[in-house]
């Protein structure tokens, strides 16, 4: 069974910047596609970012050119870097796997899931 969990959320200032972390266990983590998803007080779960077992990556329109996605399979982690971060990234931000091993902005495709940690930005 493979454990997802996250750490790195904080209240912050906007126009900070933030890395999250997302360390996994069982499992073949170089194999897997990741992503990072965030859910925001009354709204539903939406893409973020992903990263593909190979490296490959993408971003939801809202992140893009702030937002970056990286990995270390030696420390089994996926990042998510967050520069000049806005109030309406204000969010419970969750990690994800997903055994095909791509990139992907599809929820469903996710097996496993983190339990989320919360990134609050005061303006």
């Known amino acids: 069974q493979v454990q997802l969990v996250e750490s790195g959320g904080v209240s912050v200032q906007a126009g900070v910047s933030l890395r999250l972390s997302c360390t996994a266990s069982g499992g073949t983590f170089s194999t897997y596609g990741m992503g990072w998803f965030r859910q925001a007080p009354g709204k539903e779960r939406e893409f973020v970012a992903s990263?593909?077992?190979?490296?490959?990556?993408i971003y939801a329109d809202s992140v893009k050119g702030r937002f970056t996605i990286s990995r270390d399979n030696a420390k089994n982690t996926v990042y998510l870097q967050m520069n000049s971060l806005k109030p309406d990234d204000t969010a419970v931000y969750y990690c994800a796997a997903n055994v095909g091993g791509v990139w992907t902005r599809v929820r469903q495709q996710y097996r496993y899931w983190g339990q989320g940690t919360q990134v609050t930005v005061s303006s």
């Open positions: 990263i593909s077992w190979s490296g490959g990556s």
